[in-house]
Structure formats: structure tokens, C-alpha cells
T-cell receptor, first 113, second 110 residues
């Protein structure tokens, strides 16, 4: 039981490059989330998926796209990376009892030069 | 809109001293409130929920709807409490988005 797994753990991009952050959970959770963590800004919600087949914007969705590929996987794509997207990205999933208790991945540190 | 405010970026206390991490929220319904903790080199994890009304690692938090606050307290700080603490809020009802505050770094001085 791995919980929430994110890949890659580290990535360096040049401005304008694209990449996809992958997230998978093996806990049969319905809801999945992408946050970014920046010093002094806390955790800000980028996108979330309440259930398979649905996605909704969070506080800071601009510059990102998401795909809920199936119940297990929720990917985050940066189409044209910008230095402002340098951050640590966290994926999380939600207990199926609907308790809104999040289980987090280890994080992906992205640097955009 | 739901909002969580943690006014302190850094809180330094001596070992054995009481700790209070402040959290205020803005929400026009019945919220669920949480405290999450991130220890050095570990994943962010749930510390406690207001619904559970339990004490975890000596920490407690009481929801004060009148003051819209959910402050985290511990009577005697331990060195192992040093970590980043985040207050979070969601609507009740499950499968909701969860909004976090900016976090407070607790530093317990030996």
C-alpha cells in the first residue's frame, strides 16, 4: 500500500517547456487534489477532482491543466512553464467516507529557469 | 468564498512553555476545520479535526464559531513539536475542496 505517489520528485525546466506531473493513489479514494506550496503563501489549490470524470478549478489554475485519467490517477500539466511556476507541488486524495481528510504525496519540486 | 488566516509565520517558544497557533476563518456556512502538520522531510499529515474533538500528541483545538477561530493549543511544548502547521477548512458534506492557510512554523527552543 503505497498511498499517494508522485513523479517526478525533482524537475528543472526552461521557460516555455512543457511537462506533466503524475499522481496515483491506491487507496480507492474518490477525490484528488493538486496544490502548490510557496514560502509565505502556504498551500494553494490549483485544481481538484471530486470524483472520476470531474475536475474543478481551485485558487490558482492559470497556466495549468489537469486530467483525471481514472479513479487512481490525476495528472497536472504545465503547457508552457514560467519562472512563476517554480514551486513544490503536492498531490492529495480524500478518504472515501467523505471526511475531507487528505492524504498527501511526498511532493514534486519544480524549478523553471 | 472560504478563507483561512494564520497571522504568524513563525512562532518560537521554549521547551515546556505553552503553545498557541492562531487560525481564523471566513466561511458563510458550517465548516469543517483541520490542523495539518509537516515535520522536516516528512509528508504533510493530518494532526486533528474539529469534529473528532480529540487530543493528538497533546494538541487540542476548539472551534469558536462566534470568533470564527480554530486555534491550536498545547500546554507544554516539546522539541519534537517543531514543524510547519497548517490550518485548513472545507465545507461539510464530503468530497469538497479544502482550503489551507499560509502556515505557521513552530520552533521549540531547547
Amino acid at each position: 500500500n503505497a498511498g499517494v505517489t508522485q513523479t517526478p520528485k525533482f524537475q528543472v525546466l526552461k521557460t516555455g517547456q512543457s511537462m506533466t506531473l503524475q499522481c496515483a493513489q491506491d487507496m480507492n479514494h474518490n477525490s484528488m487534489y493538486w496544490y502548490r506550496q510557496d514560502p509565505g503563501m502556504g498551500l494553494r489549490l490549483i485544481y481538484y477532482s471530486a470524483s472520476e470524470g470531474t475536475t474543478d478549478k481551485g485558487e490558482v489554475p492559470n497556466g495549468y491543466n489537469v486530467s483525471r485519467l481514472n479513479k487512481r490517477e490525476f495528472s497536472l500539466r504545465l503547457e508552457s512553464a514560467a519562472p512563476s511556476q517554480t514551486s513544490v507541488y503536492f498531490c492529495a486524495s480524500n478518504d472515501p467516507t467523505g471526511a475531507n481528510v487528505l492524504t498527501f504525496g511526498a511532493g514534486s519540486r519544480l524549478t523553471v529557469l | 468564498a472560504q478563507r483561512v488566516t494564520q497571522p504568524e509565520k513563525l512562532l518560537s517558544v521554549f521547551k515546556g512553555a505553552p503553545v498557541e497557533l492562531k487560525c481564523n476563518y471566513s466561511y458563510s456556512g458550517s465548516p469543517e476545520l483541520f490542523w495539518y502538520v509537516q515535520y522536516s522531510r516528512q509528508r504533510l499529515q493530518l494532526l486533528l479535526r474539529h469534529i473528532s474533538r480529540e487530543s493528538i500528541k497533546g494538541f487540542t483545538a476548539d472551534l469558536n464559531k462566534g470568533e470564527t477561530s480554530f486555534h491550536l493549543k498545547k500546554p507544554f511544548a516539546q522539541e519534537e513539536d517543531s514543524a510547519m502547521y497548517y490550518c485548513a477548512l472545507s465545507k461539510t458534506g464530503g468530497y469538497q475542496k479544502v482550503t489551507f492557510g499560509t502556515g505557521t512554523k513552530l520552533q521549540v527552543i531547547p
